[in-house]
């Protein structure tokens, strides 16, 4: 017997948790946290999230785009899923791929509870834990970077991702700074959040490239830009990921890979078409023979669905958690726990294993709707 969708609610809130900057070329950041709960004709429920990223205020679009979809997953057998992916992926919505996610990722949650197994071992585990790395955000001055690198020494991270400030020459001197410092303690990634044209992309790449300690080279250029991507890889010595979250149809994704574009195939599974899609992207990136470097920057449902992902594949490199941790873990109980040795390691909970906590969300509702 078939189970279906028979209530559908999504909410977005904002945790109103302190700003941040991804780099000085923008305001700071307002991240918001939009969730939907299906409910299936046989009690089971499901949930998927989706970190939001907007300046100024928590983002409205996604919710309102969520909405319009509805209707379309209503009465949707929860193991059809490929099916409502390609249902989805046909209508008309300048942001269907985000919304594709967030009910994917519901169905895949009810669907992995009703065979009462963690999502990874549903999916098919590969592994049971993944190494950390921490990811910073923006600072305004070198010795800040240095300060917040330096706090990081006693814990468990395997490598330190660095927001740089997104200016070309500020970006040298940092890259110095901190290679002259922690270089022989300390793994480096370094993420431009896609803001360097491609002369200043080529000029950061040949600097890291000096410094052993940076390991990869991330969001030099817009992904829009993949023919510049492709030439810089062919200039430079350390890898070059692309950012992951503007390119998200598995076929760009694929093209990308083809014409050489990136070392490793990034991506965020609650962007780009939920569990259904990452595994697409995964299969691409096994078959080329590279890596996947799978985003899990966000609150702890985003988090935790990225890491599901990673442990379903052998192919994924790190985890990576936003640093400080704690804001992060809004609303929930339930969170990533780093081990001892700075790995990521799952709940054994059924599904995706993030339950939030009506009684505190509910405060930080933005608006609600019900189906």
């Known amino acids: 017997m078939s189970s279906t969708v028979k209530q559908i609610e999504i909410g977005l809130y904002n945790p109103a948790k302190d700003q941040i900057r991804l780099g000085q070329h923008s305001g700071e950041v307002v991240e918001g946290l939009l969730l939907c709960k ?4 046989d009690g089971i429920v499901g949930c998927g999230g989706i970190t939001t990223y907007t300046e100024h205020e928590v983002d409205r679009s996604l919710y309102a785009s969520a909405c319009g979809a509805a209707r379309n997953v209503m009465g949707a057998d929860i193991c059809q899923r490929e099916n409502l992916y390609q249902t989805l992926n046909r209508r008309y919505d300048f942001l269907r791929a985000q919304t594709t996610s967030l009910f994917d990722l519901a169905l895949w949650d009810a669907a992995a509870k009703a065979a ?8 098919g585990a590969a592994r049971e834990r993944v190494p950390v790395y921490a990811s910073i955000p923006s600072f305004q001055s070198i010795e800040a970077y ?17 927001h740089p400030f997104c200016d070309v020459e500020r970006d040298i ?9 922690f270089g022989q303690t300390q793994r480096f990634y370094f993420d431009a959040e896609g803001q360097y044209n491609r002369e200043g992309a080529l000029r950061i790449g040949r600097e890291l490239s000096r410094h052993s300690c940076f390991e990869f080279f991330e969001a030099p250029l817009s992904d829009m830009d993949l023919e510049g991507y492709a030439r810089l890889r062919s200039s430079i010595e350390i890898p070059v990921v692309m950012s992951g979250i503007e390119l998200f149809s598995p076929v760009m994704q694929a093209h990308a890979v083809n014409i050489g574009a990136c070392d490793r195939l990034r991506f965020d599974t609650t962007l780009t078409g939920g569990v259904t899609a990452a595994k697409k992207l995964i299969a691409i990136a096994e078959a080329a023979g590279i890596s996947t470097e799978i985003q899990s920057w966000g609150f702890s449902i985003t988090q935790a669905t990225n890491l599901h992902m990673m442990l379903s594949t052998a192919s994924s490199t790190g985890f990576e958690q936003a640093v400080p941790c704690e804001p992060y873990r809004w609303g929930s109980d339930d969170y ?10 799952p709940s054994d909970k059924p599904g995706i294993g993030i339950d939030y906590i009506d009684e505190v969300i509910k405060s930080a509702q933005v608006a609600s709707f019900t189906l």
Do not use: F, M, W
């Not at 299906?38 to 004709?41: A, C, G, H, Q, V």
């Open 336 to 345: 990533i726990h780093i081990d001892e040795q700075g790995y990521a390691c």
């Open 116 to 123: 009462d197994l963690p999502l990874y071992r549903y999916l």
């Open 146 to 162: 240095l300060e917040q690198i330096a706090a990081l020494a006693n814990k468990p991270y395997h490598a330190v991702k660095i």
């Open 173 to 181: 001197e940092l890259i110095q700074a901190v290679s002259q410092r």
């Open 38 to 41: 299906i409910t299936t004709s």
